[in-house]
């Protein structure tokens, strides 16, 4: 089957995911003369780094979504399907997506990265990991549902339940701890008044010798510091060798009793099936040139933390696979495609290092700029800002200040819901 789409005089762009990057290019390109057809297989555009705020009941999913077709009402040449895509078909110029069939004259994948379980299938069965809305969702249930169920068990048969380990010191590891570490002190004792607090446990297992370790060692010390003030129990230089549902074991032979285990140890591109497999880099990333173009292919382009620019001297093994990073790469390549049809010349793609950041708790945050570090109130408030801006729309960035607000001044919102499908 065919996905009906109209023809037309244009060239067609097909992009598939609407991510930081898909979603920048697709935007750009309105003003290019071309046919942009994005595929996603949400209709809606997600904010990770807020993820974790919906997971510990601190935003609503819709808050940081927001759908496509509402982003480009206005846009004339474009087409949006809701599908996923299964293969490329290179010398057809084609895709295979659940819905059907499309061709395209240029194809960009902008597909993002999923999980990286390390190829430890019990531990994928088990950990619960937060790459998308729907398993934030899941996670606010599951942590919430797990106070409940605490209350079914005593003594150390309830401490299972009430032990929440994280594995992955990265900002996501990080920022989650460090909000559960505030939900324990602040918020949790006033809902479960018969629960000992006592008992929770927030553990944090990093494999590197400190937490996020991609940025610079001040900041780690300064995390690492923030999140023992808050009481959450990092182990360093350590890694997760099996969990079974109920009992991690470490590499270095501790065990830890937990019903929950939130991985936010890894990622890996995500590759499609029928792109040539030499250009399958570490991590699943494909084999990019400076201008994005995917090896050993005439008319597909990758971008964002699916793609891996080679050739650039200052970024040997890729750029990081953060937001900025696909945002740069989808304007730059829309320039490049609207270059093409003025017969201009396509410009190299070269990354420009804003930042980064992370928060570990209420006033505790560490920001690197490109030419200042620093943490604390100041850092807490340049986070919160950078990400308010960055948010899709204004009632979204609005309702996000706003649960902001409240929650400083309360230490109440009321999202601790569980709110699941009937059938699951
Ligand atoms: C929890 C979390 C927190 C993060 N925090 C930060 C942060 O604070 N700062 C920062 O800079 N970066 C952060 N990142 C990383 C950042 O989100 C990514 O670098 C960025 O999203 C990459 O953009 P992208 O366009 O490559 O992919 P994505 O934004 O991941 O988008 C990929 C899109 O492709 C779609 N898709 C995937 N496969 C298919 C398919 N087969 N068919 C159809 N559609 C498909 C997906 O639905 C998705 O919409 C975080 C990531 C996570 C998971």
């Given at each position: 089957m065919e996905i009906h789409i109209a023809k037309s005089s244009n060239e067609r762009i097909v992009i598939i995911g609407g991510g930081f990057g898909g979603l920048q290019l697709a935007t750009k390109l309105?003003?290019?003369n071309y046919q942009v057809v994005l595929i996603d297989k949400n209709n809606f555009h997600q904010f990770q780094p807020l993820f974790y705020q919906v997971a510990t009941s601190g935003l609503e999913p819709s808050s940081i979504i927001f759908p496509y077709r509402k982003i480009f009402q206005k846009q004339a040449r474009f087409h949006f399907r809701m599908a996923e895509v299964e293969m490329v078909i290179p010398e057809k110029n084609e895709i295979k997506t659940s819905i059907g069939s499309l061709s395209y004259d240029y194809l960009i994948v902008a597909t993002g990265a999923g999980n990286n379980f390390f190829g430890n299938a019990e531990i994928e069965t088990h950990a619960l990991p937060m790459k998308s809305i729907n398993e934030s969702l899941r996670l606010r249930n599951i942590i919430l549902e797990r106070f409940e169920e605490s209350l079914s068990h005593e003594n150390e048969d309830r401490d299972q339940f009430l032990t929440f380990v994280i594995a992955g010191a990265g900002p996501t590891g990080v920022e989650l701890a460090g909000t559960l570490a505030e939900m324990k002190r602040f918020v949790l004792p006033k809902d479960y008044p018969?629960?000992?607090?006592?008992?929770m446990k927030i553990m944090l297992i990093e494999g590197a010798d400190r937490v996020l370790n991609a940025m610079k060692t001040d900041s780690s010390i300064k995390a690492l510091q923030y999140l023992q003030q808050l009481g959450v129990d990092v182990r360093l230089s350590?890694?997760?060798?099996?969990?079974?549902?109920?009992k991690i074991e470490l590499n270095n032979n501790q065990v830890i009793a937990t019903k929950t285990l939130i991985w936010a140890a890894g990622i890996q591109g995500n590759f499609l099936k029928?792109?040539?497999?030499?250009?399958?880099?570490?991590?699943?990333r494909i084999a990019v040139d400076r201008y994005n173009k995917v090896q050993r292919t005439e008319n597909i382009y990758a971008i964002g933390d699916v793609a891996s620019v080679v050739g650039d001297e200052l970024y040997p093994n890729g750029h990081p696979q953060l937001a900025q990073a696909a945002i740069q790469q989808g304007k730059n390549l829309a320039k490049n495609f609207i270059a093409i049809q003025k017969g201009k010349e396509m410009r190299q793609f070269s990354y420009k290092n804003l930042g980064s950041m992370a928060t570990i708790g209420r006033n505790k945050a560490v920001v690197e700029l490109p030419n200042r570090n620093f943490s604390g109130f100041f850092a807490w408030i340049v986070w919160m800002l950078v990400h308010l801006r960055s948010i899709l729309g204004i009632k979204n960035k609005w309702i996000v200040f706003m649960n902001w607000v409240w929650n400083y001044f309360t230490?109440?919102?009321?999202?601790r819901l569980i709110i699941k499908r009937k059938d699951v």
């Open positions: 309105a003003k290019g018969e629960l000992n607090f006592d008992r350590t890694l997760v060798n099996s969990y079974d549902g109920s029928g792109l040539p497999n030499e250009t399958k880099l570490r991590g699943n230490y109440n919102l009321s999202l």
